[in-house]
């Protein structure tokens, strides 16, 4: 049984106690834009709009773990901030840590068991309908309809390395949020904000039930994107309607690089290298490198891809982008017999010098 504090707070309450009782710098949460419609991750200084923050909101306008790095990369911050991120972004920021694109330095991290988000375009503040099936699926542990496939398939909704968990998937949003500790740091805040840990509830038995749901989401997407791309001709299928945007690598939270190699004058081509192509193939499609893209930013960040489906969000064409990266990098994963982002201490693959190592794939 998983120990679990009911703490008998709303969120906005719990948000704001972080400013009274702990005294912190910032809250960054998902917050309403004053447009009414759509939400943004928000970093509030100050606690007279936390009214607006709505953390549970299903939509991902932006992977959050980019946006800590943000602050946290090149200067610690002078007081604690706390950050709400999703179990992905969370992973994400675990990545980033390692390649030292982030900090955990006073940081206060609070996570949730996720339900999944709908497609960035899909979902407003003003969709009741969509919004109350999806409170309904949150609280019998069911995935909901027209949430994203990587979503439906995530089968690592549960946070982990966060200071302060908060139990979602089983509740109410009627019901007062129920807080786990398990960091040092989430428990000296526990007791700073004056929360009665003694107070234990029994973890829901409806994440069970969305995990099962998920681990056969999970195979069913394996297999469609394995069939798909069983062949090099699957591979250029699947980027055929590609227009070679990059769109995928900048809201791509691994992917860090300022200027992008794909981006870089080495893909700038002297006029004749088109027409020495071109006569070579006897056609050129434009435009040019298209799976050369998709292979490459595979090989760059495959082994660290958290599945958190930014990539397909933003994709203006519709190519499952985040189901073949989620697929593709697990096996490159699996490889290496790595996780990413579950440990902040294990270090990436693709730095770790091994002097034996993939020996099966030596000549
Ligand atoms: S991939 Fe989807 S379900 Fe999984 S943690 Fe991220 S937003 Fe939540
Ligand atoms: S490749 Fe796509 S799914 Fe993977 S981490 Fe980057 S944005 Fe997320
Ligand atoms: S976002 Fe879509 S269209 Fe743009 S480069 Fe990526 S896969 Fe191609």
Known sequence: METMIDSRMMMTDFLTALFDKLDVAGVAVMSKLPSGEKTAFTLFTGKDDIKECVPFFPAMPANAARAVSKFTRQAVPSKTVAVFLRPCELRAFTELIKIKQASFDNLLILSYDCSGVFPF????LSDETKLNAYRDAVSTGKNC????PVCAACTRFTPQGEDI???FVGRSTDQPLVFSFPSEKGLAAAEQLGLDVSNTVAASSAVESLAQERRSAEEEL???VDASLSDTQGLVNVFDRCVSCHA???VCPICYCKNCYFDSQTFEYFPESYFIRMQAKGALRFPVDRVLFHLGRLS???VSCVACGMCEDVCPVNIPVSQIFKTAGSKAQALFDYIPGENYDEPLPLLAYAE???EEFED
């Open 300 to 302: 760059h960040m495959g």
């Open 121 to 124: 375009q899909e979902i407003n």
């Open 165 to 167: 968990a908060i139990s």
């Open 222 to 224: 394996t297999a469609e």
């Open 248 to 250: 995928c690598s900048y």
């Open 356 to 358: 034996q190592e993939l």
């Open 145 to 148: 309809e027209g949430i994203r």
